[in-house]
């Protein structure tokens, strides 16, 4: 369809000023950008209730056009770049809290709320919500559904699909449904809300969700110990989790991400540190005094906001060592980590690349890192060679090609590395059932 047919047919259900043109910077790419990844759509359409949403969905199925759904564009597999062209249908403007019941420790938002405002809303009132992905204030909720989104306090609380007690879709062909609701429990039916968690775009467009809250913890207690590498670092943690405390959070560094960002770590960093655990209590002082006797000697106590603050930086601070990175969010059990942290070091010094990783250690949740530079076609290429090593390891290791970003586009097709062909043939099947045209995110996931 032409440009300026498809551009006025929307503005009809949208309004004009909200179908931008399909090249506008900001809808083109997702955090996958620092390594050169850009698309680009046809249009982009930024829809203002769920009804509007639905029209524009039912419009785009109806002529064989391609729906890239948006939250805020934080992702790290290209999951939101429109590398077919289509339409980037962004939920920006679906940003109420259309119900909120402290009392009863839940809340129903609209998909484009940000991820931090629900953090806020439940803070100011006594309240948690513990899934806590490191871009919250960009990143909005239906995104974090839509990725299975977790972050370091999933170790002890889950991730989103944990908390996500319904859903709000629009499903081929642009039927608004709603499946589960304020209830916190629901097996009447096949999990169509878990399956909706973690569909990154290819199934429908997720418009609204009913989030589970709970009671702020007490208590945020942070304990840090400095290891001389990783096999000592991860002895420490399985000594950690052998104490019977459950950590809210465990996290560690290894000593490539110790040397971009351990010069700022709060009141410094020891000489000759090769890897850093973080592990958090969040029940009582002698809960924090078990993990600190884990830890050892040395064990230090840093101020909880300092240290988290810190911690939200060390993406940055690795992507500032050369302008760009590859980063994979491969997970092992947890007796395989150290094999996992080492032979990421391995496999980038075979590939010619700086490699190093840091990650939510508990889960095994690995962030194997590649350096580059972004306008390095070469190094880019090695980079990519080098990912598919960390999967193949990951994989060999008992693991999984994806903890946590989901596998977008950079990772399509990976699925099939750790699942059996009768079970991508599942996988597969529920994709042409629910999206018989393949025009929700075309050749994301599993193409
Ligand atoms: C500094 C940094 C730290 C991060 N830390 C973490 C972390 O700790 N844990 C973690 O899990 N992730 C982390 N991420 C990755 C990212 O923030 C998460 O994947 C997040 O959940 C993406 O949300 P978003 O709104 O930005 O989604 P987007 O990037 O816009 O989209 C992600 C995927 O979801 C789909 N999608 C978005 N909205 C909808 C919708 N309404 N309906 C259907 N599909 C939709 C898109 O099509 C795409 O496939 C981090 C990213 C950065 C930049």
New binding site residues.
């Given amino acids: 369809m032409a440009g300026d047919a498809l551009t006025h047919d929307l503005a009809a259900l949208v309004g004009g000023e909200h179908v931008l043109a399909g090249d506008t910077a900001d809808y083109v790419a ?2 996958t950008r620092t390594m050169g990844l850009v698309g680009r759509a046809d249009a982009v359409v930024l829809p203002g209730s769920a009804d509007e949403a639905a029209a524009v969905v039912a419009w785009c199925y109806e002529r064989g056009v391609a729906i ?14 429109p590398v077919h062209g289509g339409v980037v ?3 920006e403007r ?1 940003d109420r809290v259309r119900s909120f019941d402290p009392l009863l420790w839940r809340m129903q938002v609209e ?2 709320v ?2 931090a405002t629900v953090h806020r809303l439940a803070r100011e009132n006594g309240l948690c919500f513990p ?6 204030e ?15 306090h ?1 170790f002890k609380y889950g ?2 699909r944990a908390w996500v007690s319904g859903v709000e ?1 629009v499903l081929a062909p642009g039927e608004l449904l709603s499946v589960g609701g304020p209830a916190r429990k629901d097996v009447a039916g096949y999990d169509l809300t878990g399956l ?1 968690c973690g ?9 609204a969700v009913w989030l589970k809250l709970m009671p702020a913890p007490p208590v945020a207690l942070p304990v840090c110990g400095f290891f001389a590498d990783a096999e000592a670092g991860v002895a420490a943690i399985e000594a950690l989790l052998g104490s019977g405390v459950v950590p809210a959070a465990v996290e560690y560094l290894d000593a490539g991400a110790l040397r971009a960002a351990g010069s700022t770590f709060p009141g410094g960093m020891p000489a000759g540190a090769g890897f850093l655990v973080i592990a958090e209590a969040d029940g009582s002082e002698d809960e924090a005094d078990e993990l600190a006797e884990a830890i050892g000697p040395d064990a230090r106590r840093p101020d909880p906001g300092e240290l988290w603050r810190w911690r ?2 060390v ?2 601070a690795v992507i500032a060592q050369r302008g760009g990175k590859l980063s994979d ?1 491969i997970a092992v059990p947890l007796d395989r980590l150290a094999e996992a942290i080492e032979g990421t070091v391995e496999i980038g010094a075979r590939h010619g690349l700086e490699a190093c990783s840091w990650g ?1 250690a508990g889960d095994g949740n690995v962030h194997a890192t590649f350096l580059l530079a972004p306008d390095d076609e070469d190094e880019v290429r090695r980079a990519e060679a080098a990912a598919q090593d960390a999967f193949a390891l990951a994989v060999a290791l008992g693991g999984t090609v994806s ?4 596998l ?2 950079l990772k399509r097709g990976q699925l099939r590395r750790q699942w059996a062909p009768a079970a991508v043939a599942a996988h597969r099947a529920i994709k042409v059932a629910l999206d018989p045209r393949g025009l ?2 075309p050749g ?2 599993e193409p």
Avoid: Q
């Avoid at 899934?131 to 919250?136: E, I, L, Q, T």
């Avoid at 960009?138 to 370091?152: F, L, M």
């Fill in positions: 997702d955090s890239v759904p948006r939250g805020g564009g934080t992702g790290f597999s290209g999951g939101a770049t249908v962004s939920t679906l998909a484009g940000r991820t899934v806590d992905p490191g871009a919250s960009t990143s909005r909720i239906g995104g974090n559904v839509a990725t299975n989104a977790g972050g370091p999933t991730v989103m879709a909706l569909s990154e775009g290819t199934l429908g467009l997720i418009t939200g930086g993406s940055l969010d939510h903890a946590e970003h989901g977008g586009w929700f995110n994301k996931k």
